[in-house]
């Protein structure tokens, strides 16, 4: 696919049931996922390159410019050759599609796509305010308040994702961008997959895996919910909840296994609730179920001693949680809440809220199309 224009900030009505309004965006997101036209082999002919604003073992992303226009954006290059060498054709093609598919407040969204001889080229909106991992390090740990903030977006947007039949499968702070307005964007789609029941794939990142893809079984929305619990952790404890001392991963594996993880008394005892369910290893005592049902859960809360059960009743019971009450949903998904923390971005090229990059040389570029029937369809 070539230019698209960008989308026009969402408004959601309070006087329209979510239930309504998920159904609807699922529709969209269908729609769009159902058609899959092939980029121009143009490559960024179109773009000035500004800056390098990260790099990965795939390519990296860079700040462009319009060489006929005003308009700034992110362009994620992927080389061809690294992508086939690693065996990722496959989640590549993927995130493409899901990128081009989606449309939330809270997840990043595809503009347009090129390739060319060497690479593949997905340009996202440019969300300057840097990764929330950055932000989280310089603060050493979030308050309840806050992170209760960044959780909702989150949980916000995983129910979105589930409501369209998405696992995302990487959560983690690396992988959240803050945007100007103090607003995250959950990115980087590469393990995202289409599932409407249940898969075995093994990926992620070590230290927010749960321990069925750990132990090679069969796992479903299960996965994000207790990637969100660690995340919630790490947001107030400023670390990891099975880190092992000597980074062994195999340790970690079986701190994850066993469920092995302190819970430090500091923190509110809806907040201890809520950990305890979302990293629960007893399987029967996290799944969440019935995502596309949406039903609404009674829940009963006295000094936090709920009485709801084990997430019984799926995302509602996180949604409803004692812990949440504090949040209004719908004005939060307008992005009308005051944000703790507004990134200082001074202009369309302000890129200090990025870890300085070297440029390095510039690679000649192939003088024929690499892998061209591998990626016929990108």
Known sequence: MGRASTSE??????KVDYAVILSKLKDDFSKKYARNTPSPSTGLDGYIIKATLGSG????????????GDGYYASKQLSKDQIVKTKQVVHVMSEKRVLNSIRFPFTIHLIASYKDNDS?????????GGELFTYHR????????QARFYAAQVFLA???LHYCSLLYRDLKPENI???RNGYLKVTDFGFAKRVETRTMTLCGTPEYLPPEIIQSKPYGTSVDWWAFGVLIYEFVCGHSPFAAHNRDVMV?????CEGDYKMPSSLSGSLRHLLDHLLQVDLSKRQVVATNSLRRSVIHCSNCSCSFGNLINGNRDIKDHEWFKEIDWIPLLNQTVPAP??????????????????????????????????????
């Open 9 to 14: 900030p969402q408004y959601f009505s309070p």
């Open 57 to 68: 073992s795939f390519g990296k992303v860079q700040l462009i410019k319009e060489r006929d």
């Open 120 to 128: 593949l080229y997905l340009i996202i909106p440019l969300i300057l």
């Open 138 to 145: 310089k603060s050493r740990k979030f308050s309840e308040k």
């Open 158 to 160: 995983l129910e979105y």
């Open 177 to 179: 961008m803050i945007d």
């Open 252 to 256: 970690m594996y079986n701190k994850i």
């Open 341 to 378: 923390y507004l990134p200082a971005i001074s202009n369309a090229e302000d890129i200090s809220n990025f870890d300085k990059q070297s440029e390095g040389k510039q690679k000649a570029k192939a003088k024929t199309m690499r892998h061209e029937e591998a990626f016929a369809e990108f």
